[in-house]
C-alpha cells in the first residue's frame, strides 16, 4: 500500500514517473527529460530527484537495476505498482481538468445571464413612463394643471435628472461588475 504522500503527487513527482514510463533511466536524465518536456518550468535538483526516487522505491513504484555493475549509475525502472499509480494520478488530474472546464463554461453562461440582466437593469425608460411616475408621486394622484405649474415642472425636471444620475450610477457599478466577471485577477 503507497504511503499515504504519494497518493497525490506532486508535478516533480509525476514528471519523475513520466520519465521512467519509456524504460529505465538514471537520475541524470530523469532529470534531463523533466526539464526538457516542461522547457525549464519543472526543474527537479538532485537533493529532490534522489529524495523522491528513494520514497518511490519505498512505495514499491520503481526499482533499481543493475545494482551489481561496479562504477554503473544508478539505474531505476518503473514496476507495475508505480504505473497503476501514474495513470491513476493522470485519471485524476484528467478529472481535474474536466472540473475546470465545466466551472468555466458555468462562468460563461452566467455572463451571458449577466449580460442580459444587465441589459434589463440598464432599460431606459420612456419619456411618457418617468413623467407619469413622476407626477404621481408629486401630486399624490391628485389631477392638476402641471403645465402651467412652475414649481411642478421644476421638481419634475430635478427628479428626472436625479433618476438619470441614479441610472447612470447602476451603469457604471453594473458595468464593474462584468468587467470584474470577465477579469477575475484585476
Not at 134 to 152: G, H
Amino acid at each position: 500500500m503507497p504511503k499515504q504522500s504519494l497518493v497525490t503527487m506532486t508535478e516533480p513527482m509525476l514528471y519523475i514517473l513520466m520519465a521512467l514510463r519509456n524504460g529505465p533511466k538514471c537520475g541524470v536524465d530523469i532529470s534531463e527529460i523533466i526539464t526538457t518536456k516542461t522547457e525549464g518550468r519543472v526543474n527537479v535538483g538532485p537533493a529532490t530527484l534522489y529524495t523522491l526516487l528513494n520514497k518511490f522505491q519505498d512505495a514499491d513504484y520503481i526499482v533499481e537495476i543493475d545494482k551489481d555493475k561496479p562504477g554503473r549509475k544508478r539505474t531505476y525502472q518503473m514496476t507495475i505498482l508505480g504505473k497503476r499509480a501514474y495513470a491513476n494520478e493522470i485519471k485524476r488530474l484528467q478529472s481535474c481538468i474536466m472540473d475546470a472546464k465545466a466551472t468555466e463554461k458555468e462562468l460563461a453562461e452566467d455572463n451571458v445571464n449577466k449580460t442580459q440582466e444587465f441589459k434589463t437593469i440598464t432599460k431606459i425608460e420612456t419619456p411618457a413612463t418617468s413623467t407619469n411616475n413622476i407626477f404621481k408621486n408629486n401630486i399624490n394622484d391628485e389631477p392638476k394643471d402641471v403645465l402651467n405649474d412652475t414649481t411642478t415642472i421644476n421638481s419634475f425636471s430635478q427628479q428626472l435628472k436625479s433618476k438619470e444620475e441614479e441610472k447612470e450610477k447602476e451603469v457604471n457599478n453594473t458595468m464593474n461588475i462584468i468587467e470584474k466577471y470577465r477579469n477575475p485577477g484585476s
